[in-house]
């Protein structure tokens, strides 16, 4: 503490005790005790009064004392101090801090001494006694370091020993580990040497492979031909070119999977398969044979949801679904998407936190990763925007041949040889778990040995796996082994029934294709199979004769199709559907040239023929171009086939004029050496008309004279074919009504009092609604008609159908639904449905039978009867004539123009009410009103659906041969021959049996036509069932020994480019032919050239584009492969009918016209204005007829509405002509229906078999109607109509006229015709 005084004491203190001049008594004393122990004298200084001196201590006492060697007798002088209170630390404080430490101190030493003198000699004592323990710890010291010595050198000695134990112990394990791993070795090089040469093939295989992307949705062929393309590719930069998609990312155990959970086995499907499970976008599948959804419904049969878009609450399913990682199949697609789905098919996820949600419509909501999504459209052909297409993966699952073909055959095979099918279905599951297992085994071992770390051989896992795994392995290879010895032995047993299944398969997509005729004609796979099944249950049986059994079942199935089929179809399809079957039976046994049945179906149509046409008059200029045609077929009969021909005029010209050409002799023996397809293909260029004959014997020759004649309908058949949930359906033609037959049946079946009817249209689908949840709960019919008004309910009715299920449907019900052809009908209701067709009964003598079995008999009988015999007589006369008018106008349909320029559908009410006016007319006035009948009749009930006017001028002439004066006469005919007339006054009965005794096929004359119309109703039904044909080809690649499309493209564009010229020089033109007042035909020759340089650009700019496109240098796009489709079938494409004048012509044909019509106008350009104009050279003629007129009216300062025409026909001899001083000639137009009698100059009657007649030229000479000399009363002529086209029919204008219709020309006719005869024969 006296130290820390001492310490603490700071120079400030110090300095304030030094500056003390007179410091207190304390500080006195504490210096005075300082220098006692200093051993200091004190200073003697002068007292404060100045004479006295005293000791002062205060400077000397500023020294430094040894505190261990303070003497004795400074300790004696400073012990008293101790008892100096003066000296107190506490006291001398007071006077200085520094001084209390010092006084602190003193006193502290004389304490200390006082201590030190005690421990003095203990220190010494101390010191000798460690001096003494330091030689002893030397000493021991010494011994310690020899012990250590001794020690270290035991430690070593034991350390050596553990060394060599331990190494000892070491050497021992490696004995053993190394024996482990020798033993491991042998089994890891034993287990993995027999996947080796399996892993080794793999390898390379996979080393040499690629992989093709975009094929989904390509059919089979163009898949092929795409990898195929790929290939060649491939193999000209010598890149291993093998490929095979299965192959590449195919796994065995799930395709296997997949088959067996109903997936077609053939390659399309299982590709597709393949491409959806590895794509990242979501599927949407073309199924229209629900395969893919027979599929993915097996496939995830725990969890699916199935949704369609025309569900009220469909989102929120969808939602639920992805919330919970459950799949979703979403059926009936069109082609559009609801744009709710947009986020979904963009997988527009994102996080909130760490929970993954996508938003949809309004909703977000959590997605789960496990949620998978399916669309399926049933559309066959579905045309789908850019923007769906790049948000989906677009699969074509429609079935293929060889799915299809395994399907057929396991179906027979399972009727035929049950035990050898269920081994086969055995064996495929055996299989399927074999090679499960091994792909599993394969799979731990690849994981063991990707996981494994350090040295392989120390993984006792691996090791024991890969033991037992070999040992599984071999077990499993030898069962694979006997499966497929097994597999064998059924195969061989199902290839017998191969045959039976190729044509039945093949003839399936005959009857698929059949919804591109007619939107109604819808056929599943399950009717197929159905059919199929109905086959091998009634083919006749034969023991121990497996290929009479087969021959049965292949001729069976076939008229069970067709039979079946024709149910459905309309009479003008049944032709078309026999020979489509004819030749894809044909195509099955190789029995067909490819060439010659594609010329077939174009009507020997192509590019035209530069061989100079023989001179004779009855052979025609397209006749010649079909058979320069058949001559480039080159081979064969076709060999020199147009030299032939040519140097064979005379005899080939009897054959052109034999009633039947198949009846007479062919120049050289040909017919007896063709076959029945090369006849047909001579008789479509020689005789069109007989080319029908020619196709029926095509089609007896191979399948039989039964499918030349569809069995008749039979209501109550197809009605035993039903079921309650099946529904019937009647496809309608105009003028058809079932309900008569369905009540008829009704009756019979004891349901007449349990039906109920729903007519649909605008607010009837709740009543229909109600009806059908009635019916099938009470178990009565309900009859849905015209199905075809109510489109916007069709959705619910396909639901409703499909909700129909045995057990929760009455045995009885029946839902009838009847609709006229709609493409709104839903398809599935139609495939699923049991469809007929009713039309009304074709020819006159069955249109008039099914007119008077209609009539009620007390009804026919009262008739007339309140006013006498007279009355009555008048009555009968009369309505037979009705009904033959009603007959002949609605048959006069079938011979197209000539018939009505329109083909208006005259119904059963029109005949009804018209003779319900004919009765009251009769009874009710004495004289008969003939003009109020015809007027009724031809103007208010039939005319009210004739809306062309030269039609309505046909009906107003048609009419008056029935109600007119002469009717009443016995004697009175309606045909020259006077087969067809009103029998006389009779009985009811009388009148039927009379009808049922005229001839089947009428003859033309009935109907007050030429007998050459039944050569134009022939024609024209020949070539529509070739067109038909021929647009359900096949657009792919080409056969055996024919042309590729794009040969034929490439060929055909260059040709075409060759021959039609470049657009006009507008510009030049109007500058050498400017517009003139007296002169308008400048004015019309440069708009045509404006015109016809619209379409010269689009067809050769369409044209240079196919080219490319065929090149693959431009994208073939929809207007590039509609023109590429036109050349291809020989039809003008639509690109260029829109702006184009009309025309009916085949493209080969179109573009020789074309040509001609450029050179008319540029012959016009360079030599002026023609003396004589091509009339139906023009594109808009109406425009040069209103020129020539303008031209007329200038000249003479009249007005133009105040002109008619005059007509004078130049005699055919004249070929030379000046330029008229009025008005022009003109040439180019033909007759049709009658001729020009060139000396008699009048119209005559045609020749046999010249259905067209060129008129001579004509000279067109306007002048003022009040000054027009003709007099129309007196002179026999016939207002004829001119058309630009010989279709006639137009869109109808404000003016009452079609578009199609150019002017009515005044012609003489003879004295002994009348305007009515040539109204009645259709002649313009």
Not at 857 to 878: N, P, S, V
Request: glycine letters at 6%.
């Amino acid at each position: 503490a006296a130290l820390d005084a001492l310490k603490n004491l700071k120079k400030a203190d110090i300095t304030e005790v030094k500056n003390m001049k007179t410091p207190p008594d304390g500080v006195i004393i504490v210096s005075k005790a300082l220098c006692w122990c200093f051993n200091v004298a004190p200073k003697k200084v002068t007292a404060s009064d100045g004479r006295t001196k005293f000791d002062d201590f205060w400077e000397p006492s500023k020294k430094k004392l040894d505190k261990d060697n303070i003497p004795p007798d400074i300790m004696e002088k400073l012990k008293p101090l101790e008892e100096d209170p003066n000296f107190e630390p506490e006291t001398v404080k007071k006077g200085s801090v520094a001084a209390y430490g010092i006084c602190k101190w003193v006193r502290a030493m004389i304490v200390y001494d006082g201590v030190a003198k005690v421990v003095g000699p203990k220190r010494a004592a101390l010191n000798r006694a460690e001096s003494d323990l330091a030689q002893v710890q030397a000493v021991l010291a010494e011994k310690k370091a020899e012990l250590k010595a001794v020690q270290d050198n035991v430690a070593q000695l034991v350390e050596e020993f553990e060394t060599a134990r331990n190494k000892k112990e070491e050497l021992s394990l490696q004995v053993e580990d190394c024996t482990k791993k020798l033993s491991r070795a042998e089994k890891l090089i034993n287990g993995l040497g027999g996947e080796k040469v399996r892993w080794t093939e793999s390898s390379a295989r996979l080393g040499g492979q690629y992989n093709i992307a975009y094929l989904g949705t390509f059919m089979g062929k163009y898949r092929q031909a795409t990898i195929h393309s790929w290939v060649q590719l491939m193999h000209d930069q010598e890149i291993p070119e093998e490929f095979a998609l299965r192959n590449v990312i195919g796994s065995d155990v799930a395709i296997r999977q997949w088959v067996i959970d109903k997936l077609p086995n053939d390659q399309v499907s299982i590709e597709n398969a393949l491409i959806l499970s590895r794509s990242r976008r979501w599927p949407l599948m073309i199924d229209p044979q629900l395969q893919a959804n027979n599929w993915i419904r097996k496939t995830h049969a725990e969890g699916l949801k199935i949704i369609r878009l025309s569900q009220p609450n469909y989102a929120r399913d969808l939602e639920f679904q992805i919330t919970n990682g459950r799949p979703v199949l979403l059926e009936n697609l069109g082609e559009t998407l609801d744009p709710l789905l947009d986020p979904l098919l963009q997988k527009a996820k994102f996080k909130a936190g760490n929970i993954v949600m996508i938003r949809l419509g309004d909703s977000t909501i959590e997605y789960n990763e496990d949620f998978r999504f399916y669309m399926i459209t049933k559309l066959p052909n579905p045309h789908y925007s850019p923007e769906i297409c790049v948000q989906v993966t677009l699969l074509n699952f429609m079935a293929t041949p060889d799915g299809l073909e395994d399907q057929m055959l396991g179906i027979l095979v399972a009727r035929e040889e049950p035990e050898v099918e269920k081994k086969r279905q055995n064996l495929i599951v055996e299989s399927a778990n074999s090679k499960a297992q091994l792909k599993e085994i394969e799979d731990r071992i690849l994981e063991l040995l990707s996981n494994a770390k350090g040295n392989i051989l120390d993984d006792e896992e691996l090791i024991n796996t890969l033991s037992t795994s070999r040992i599984a392995s071999l077990r499993i290879e030898e069962r694979v082994s006997e499966q497929e010895k097994t597999q064998a032995i059924v195969q061989e047993t199902r290839d017998t029934y191969v045959p039976v299944a190729v044509r039945s398969s093949a003839l399936f997509f005959v009857v698929a294709d059949l919804c591109n005729v007619e939107p109604m004609y819808q056929y599943s796979l399950e009717w197929f199979y159905s059919i199929y099944d109905l086959a091998i249950g009634t083919a006749e049986k034969f023991e121990r004769n497996v290929q009479k059994r087969l021959q049965a079942l292949q001729s069976q199935f076939l008229r069970l199709i067709f039979e079946k089929t024709c149910d459905s179809l309309f009479e003008k399809d049944k032709l078309m559907f026999s020979l489509l079957l004819c030749f894809k039976s044909m195509e099955v046994d190789q029995d067909i040239n490819q060439e010659e049945k594609n010329l077939l179906l174009l009507a020997c149509g192509g590019t035209g023929s530069s061989i100079p046409k023989p001179k004779a008059e009855w052979l025609t200029e397209v006749s010649w171009d079909r058979i320069c045609e058949l001559d480039k077929l080159a081979r064969g009969p076709w060999n020199n086939f147009a030299n032939s021909f040519k140097q064979n005029l005379q005899a080939w010209q009897a054959v052109f004029d034999a009633d039947n050409p198949l009846d007479v002799a062919w120049p050289g023996g040909l017919k007896d050496s063709m076959t029945p397809l090369q006849k047909s293909l001579v008789l479509v260029a020689l005789r069109p008309d007989c080319t029908v004959q020619g196709l029926q014997e095509v089609i007896a020759t191979k399948l039989g004279k039964d499918y030349l004649e569809p069995p008749s309908f039979d209501l109550e058949k197809s009605f035993e074919d039903s079921n309650s949930t099946t529904p019937l359906i009647f496809v309608l033609s105009s003028g058809a009504d079932p309900m008569a037959e369905i009540i008829r049946l009704a009756h019979k079946m004891g349901m007449n009092n349990q039906r109920e009817s729903v007519s649909l249209g605008q607010g009837q689908g709740k009543k229909a609604e109600r009806a059908i949840l009635e019916g099938k709960e009470q178990g009565f019919w309900v009859i849905l008609q015209n199905c075809h008004l109510a489109a916007s309910w069709m959705g619910r009715l396909e639901v409703m159908v499909e909700e129909l299920k045995p057990e929760d449907v009455q045995e009885q019900f029946r839902l009838w639904l009847t609709a006229m052809p709609s493409p709104a009908f839903p398809v599935s209701v139609l495939q699923n449905g049991l469809k007929m067709t009713n039309e009304p009964p074709k020819g006159l003598k069955f249109n008039l039978l099914r007119g008077y079995l209609s009539i009620d008999r007390d009804w026919f009988e009262e008739a007339g009867a309140g006013r006498g015999e007279e009355c009555q007589h008048a009555f009968r006369k009369m309505l037979f004539g009705l009904c033959f008018f009603h007959a002949s106008i609605q048959e006069r349909c079938i011979y197209g123009p000539l018939g009505w320029n329109i083909p208006y559908q005259f119904s059963e009410p029109d005949r009804q009410i018209c003779m319900m006016q004919l009765r009251m007319f009769l009874e009710e006035n004495e004289n008969i009103p003939y003009m109020a009948l015809r007027y009724t009749a031809s103007e208010a009930n039939y005319g009210g659906r004739v809306t062309d006017s030269h039609d309505r001028r046909t009906i107003n002439n048609l009419i008056t041969d029935f109600y007119c004066a002469d009717i009443l006469k016995d004697e009175y005919k309606f045909s020259p021959s006077g087969a067809y007339y009103a029998p006389v006054f009779s009985p009811y009965e009388t009148y039927v049996e009379y009808i049922r005794s005229l001839p089947i096929n009428q003859m033309p004359e009935a109907f007050g036509l030429h007998s050459n119309a039944n050569l134009v109703a022939a024609i024209s039904e020949a070539m529509r069932i070739l067109r038909t044909a021929n647009s359900l080809m096949p657009k792919t690649g080409s056969g055996e020994g024919t042309r590729s499309p794009d040969a034929i493209l490439t060929e055909a564009t260059e040709k075409y480019l060759k021959a039609v010229a470049g657009p006009f020089d507008c510009e030049f033109v109007e500058a050498k032919y400017p517009m003139d007042y007296k002169e308008s035909m400048n004015t019309v020759l440069n708009q045509e050239l404006l015109r016809f340089n619209k379409l010269v650009i689009q067809v050769r700019s369409t044209l240079v584009d196919v080219g490319k496109a065929v090149k693959g240098l431009v994208v073939m796009s929809q207007e590039l492969d509609e023109v590429a489709s036109g050349i291809l079938a020989n039809t003008t494409p639509g690109v260029w009918k829109a702006v184009s004048y009309p025309s009916l012509k085949p493209l080969s044909s179109y573009v020789t016209d074309l040509c001609a019509r450029l050179k008319f106008f540029q012959d016009w350009i360079d030599a002026g204005l023609p003396s004589t104009f091509w009339l139906s050279g023009f594109y808009f003629t109406q425009s040069f007829l209103t020129g020539q007129l303008q031209n007329y009216a200038r000249k003479f300062k009249l007005e133009i509405d105040t002109l008619t025409w005059n007509f004078k026909v130049q005699k055919q001899a004249l070929t030379s002509f000046r330029k008229p001083e009025t008005g022009c000639l003109v040439y180019g137009i033909f007759m049709d229906g009658a001729r020009w009698d060139d000396i008699d100059m009048v119209i005559a009657e045609s020749f046999a078999k010249v259905l067209f007649c060129e008129l001579p030229h004509i000279h067109l000479t306007p002048c003022e109607v009040s000054k027009d000399g003709v007099d129309k009363k007196t002179t026999t002529l016939y207002p004829c109509p001119i058309y630009k086209t010989s279709e006639r029919k137009g869109v109808l204008l404000t003016t009452g006229h079609s578009t199609n219709f150019v002017m009515t020309m005044l012609l003489p006719m003879s004295s002994q015709h009348t305007e009515k005869h040539w109204v009645k024969r259709g002649v313009a």
